[in-house]
C-alpha cells in the first residue's frame, strides 16, 4: 500500500470516528512528533475508550513509562559486545528433563 492510499484510508477512517477518537488520535501524533517514536500513536489509540466511560477519563498520560524527576541518574554500564555464548546455541541445544513413573497418581 502506497502512501497516499495509507493517508486516504486514515482520512475515513477518522471522519468515521467519534470526537474522543479523533482527539486521541491526534494527540498520539503529537506525542510522536515531540518523542520522535511512532509508536506513540498506537498507545494513545489503544487506551481505553471514552466512549464507554464518558468523555472525562480519570486519568493522563505522560507516556509509557514512568519518570522519577527528583530522582539521580545512574549510568547503565555498556553492553557486553561478546557474551561467551551464543543465545540461539544455548536455546538449540536445550533439553528438558522430566522423570515420568510407571505408576499411576493415587488420590
Known sequence: MNIEKTFDLLKKILEDSSDDLRRFFYEGVKRSYEKKDLTMI??????????YYGTD????????????????RISLPKPLEKAGTDLFEVIRSRRSRRRYSRKPLTL
Open 42 to 51: 498506537y498507545h494513545y489509540i489503544s487506551m481505553l475508550s471514552p466512549d
Open 57 to 72: 477519563l480519570f486519568y493522563t498520560s505522560d507516556g509509557y513509562y514512568k519518570s522519577y524527576p527528583n530522582n539521580p
